[in-house]
């Protein structure tokens, strides 16, 4: 039977062929979620509310915790937050579950935007086993463009992934995600360079070790930082910028800040002597009070989902 003859359901002239060209679907069908370069404009966040289950934690370090975290100001912190972002025009998605965990707040950590749209993570610990399905389900909701679930022997946790440009991006092998991972995702990207670096076993994600302030520069913990990762940062073209102030970082989370975009940065207000050094380098910073996240063992970099930049 002729083409023109048979039913449009059996390959007839009635059927009709969509476009092959998956960004024509973003934007459209999907959100148009995507992020080739971690130094770029910051366009669009996803923040958790947290919930009300701190009250009840029988063993905070069996938690993932660090202290008992007071749930009023956590709320409070992660409004502030919002309107920050919404102030400086950063579209924010403020989530909730009934069924969240207490280090469900750390959005970071459990999907990844990548230049083609979302790779959902698959976290290391025990304790956190199934935020993923939690974040599937309002990923969902959200029509985020989901390309990949990270699965079989692998862990990954987004904050161990940073991209440089669409051809390059850094992953953290350490505690939280693994060379498995980083096999999956060179198998869905095979024309990306995935350098993988080493993470001292005190560290948790790659984002505390290297942290982007504009799309070829970053900032290193210069102590923590081995000469092996130093060199393969540079050789991938990166300007390295050496932070020193120890105390900050690890009791302020300093380093845990987000770029905003070129040269700008969102760090914790109580962070003076890192703030300073920053804006001395010319960069423009802008600060939020993060206490309580502190207590849950995190920073402003693993709270705030990152899911489209620009």
């Keep these: 039977m002729k083409r023109e003859n048979r039913p449009a359901t059996f390959g007839g002239s009635g059927f ?10 973003l934007g459209t069908l999907w959100q148009d979620w995507t992020v080739s370069s971690d130094g770029a404009p910051l366009q669009e966040v996803v923040l958790a509310m947290p919930a009300n289950v701190y009250h009840d934690i029988p063993d905070v370090d069996a938690a993932l915790m660090l202290e008992r975290a007071n749930i009023e100001t956590l709320q409070q912190q992660c409004q502030q937050l919002a309107e920050i972002y919404d102030q400086l025009n950063i579209t924010v998605h403020l989530c909730d579950h009934p069924s969240a965990t207490p280090n469900w707040i750390f959005q970071r950590d459990l999907y990844c935007s990548t230049p083609k749209g979302i790779v959902l993570g698959r976290p290391a610990s025990q304790q956190r086993r199934g935020e993923e399905v939690l974040m599937l389900e309002l990923l969902a909701k959200m029509r985020a463009p ?37 096999n999956q995702l060179q198998m869905l990207y095979p024309n990306t360079d995935f350098v993988p670096l080493s993470l001292p076993h005190h560290i948790q994600h790659l984002l505390g070790l290297v942290n982007f302030i504009s799309p070829n520069k970053v900032g290193i913990w210069t102590s923590q930082c081995a000469d092996s990762n130093r060199k393969a940062l540079q050789q991938a073209g990166l300007e390295i ?39 001395r380098q010319k960069i423009e910073v802008l600060t939020a009070s993060i206490s309580e996240y502190r207590s849950c063992g995190g920073g402003l970099g693993c709270l705030t989902g990152i899911v489209k930049r620009g």
């Design 16 to 25: 009709q062929y969509r476009t092959s060209n998956w960004s024509t679907d």
């Design 146 to 182: 989901i390309i990949y679930s990270i699965h079989q022997d692998a862990f990954f946790e987004g904050a161990d992934l940073l991209w440089i440009n669409a051809n390059c991006a850094l992953i953290g092998i350490g505690n939280r995600s693994n060379l498995a991972a980083r």
């Design 241 to 279: 910028i050496d932070l020193v102030e120890e105390q900050e970082i690890t009791k302020k989370r300093a380093f845990n800040w987000v770029c905003l975009g070129p040269n700008r940065l969102l760090l914790p207000e109580d962070a003076p002597k890192t703030i300073a050094f920053l804006r």
